[in-house]
């Protein structure tokens, strides 16, 4: 029993001296992006998957595919993700801003992104820049989120925010609000009733906010 246990101490430590002498190894140097030749073997299925996959997304865009349990729970738990990775850049964006809010003064400034950064802070529409710009960067597509000038009817106040329109969802975006003026934590448009979007912007588009002229007749029934 003796001589077995030396025997495993020993191919142990051989073992080990093996993994740490692989450290000292050079790096094996690979270049991963190299032009696929046309006489690649892998060619054909990469491409047929390519280009069922492009189809494939363009028809869940516009109608969420039919499953069983498996896709139901995806669709979920992406909801869930999403919503944490909104509700997660509100928390940490508010907590930056009560160390980071630097207010514009007589000239009311909309500074870029590497501006904000530069100067170590904004007001609420370079904080909001970096909202919007991590989302963006996260994966929420161009039809979700826009920045947005919000007024409050009672003083008139402006402020800056992200609207999240959820899946493309037109009808009640949620407010992501980078200092808490509207609201400290992620809510829908609705549950602020006192402040109003009456712009509505991104990198390239430009709206402007009125009111449904179904709004109305909605509201009478």
């Known amino acids: 029993m003796r001589s077995l246990g030396v025997s495993v101490a020993v191919f142990g430590l051989a073992f080990l001296s093996c993994a740490q ?13 190299v032009e696929s030749p046309r006489e690649d073997p892998w ?3 990469i491409k047929n998957w390519q280009s069922r996959n492009e189809l494939d997304q363009l028809a869940t865009a516009q109608r969420p595919p039919k499953g069983g349990q498996l896709g139901e729970d995806y669709q979920n738990f992406e909801l869930e993700m999403r919503r944490k990775v909104a509700a997660d850049t509100v928390a940490w964006i508010q907590d930056e801003s009560r160390r980071h809010y630097i207010p514009d003064g007589e000239v009311d400034h909309w500074a870029t992104l590497s501006e904000v950064i530069a100067q170590d802070g904004d007001d609420c529409d370079g904080l909001d820049l970096m909202t919007f ?6 994966g929420f597509s161009k039809d979700e ?12 106040q402006h402020h800056m925010v992200t609207l999240w329109f959820e899946n493309a969802d037109r009808r009640d975006p949620w407010i992501l609000d980078p200092t808490g003026v509207v609201t400290k934590r992620l809510v829908r ?12 912007f991104d990198e390239a588009r430009h709206y ?10 909605v509201a009478q029934r």
């Open 21 to 33: 002498n692989a450290r000292f190894l050079p790096p094996v140097s690979l270049d991963f992006f």
């Open 43 to 45: 060619n054909a299925k």
């Open 133 to 138: 710009d991590l989302l963006r960067k996260l």
């Open 145 to 156: 989120i826009f920045r947005s000038i919000v007024v409050d009817k009672e003083t008139g």
């Open 189 to 200: 448009l609705s549950q602020v009733p006192k402040w109003s979007p009456i712009e509505m």
């Open 208 to 217: 402007r906010v009125e009111e449904s002229p179904n709004a109305s007749a």
